[in-house]
């Protein structure tokens, strides 16, 4: 059984910083590539960043670029978003999930590619 966990969201201030970690199990870690995204109140849920098998290619929503850093360990089948100088609109709840890829440098965009997704964790950033 395939199990997706985020953990790391909290309450901070405006300026702060935060990382999120997204643990999988029950699938081969490396042959997915993984996305982190966001959903607020009354919003559709949108793409924050991609990251392929081989960490060579990654995407950024143009809201994050620059706050935000995904990476990933593939020994530690283990997925990380590092944000710093948040901001009261990053306020959403995060989601991991994972995309079975055809290739390892393939970064997928579209939400019906991610095959299996976590639960979430709360990021609330107050101003």
């Known amino acids: 059984q395939v199990q997706v966990v985020e953990s790391g969201g909290a309450l901070v201030q405006a300026g702060g910083s935060l990382r999120l970690s997204c643990t999988v199990s029950g699938l081969t870690f490396d042959d997915y590539a993984m996305g982190w995204f966001r959903q607020a109140p009354g919003e559709e849920r949108e793409g924050v960043s991609y990251i392929s098998i081989n960490s060579r290619n990654t995407w950024y929503a143009d809201s994050v670029k620059g706050r935000f850093t995904i990476s990933r360990d593939n020994a530690k089948n283990t997925l990380y978003l590092q944000m710093i100088s948040l901001k009261p609109e990053d306020t959403a709840m995060y989601y991991c999930?994972?995309?079975?890829?055809?290739?390892?440098?393939?970064?997928?965009?579209?939400?019906?590619?991610?095959?299996?997704w976590g639960q979430g964790t709360q990021v609330t950033v107050s101003s």
């Open positions: 999930a994972a995309a079975r890829s055809a290739g390892v440098n393939y970064t997928p965009h579209r939400l019906n590619e991610y095959n299996y």
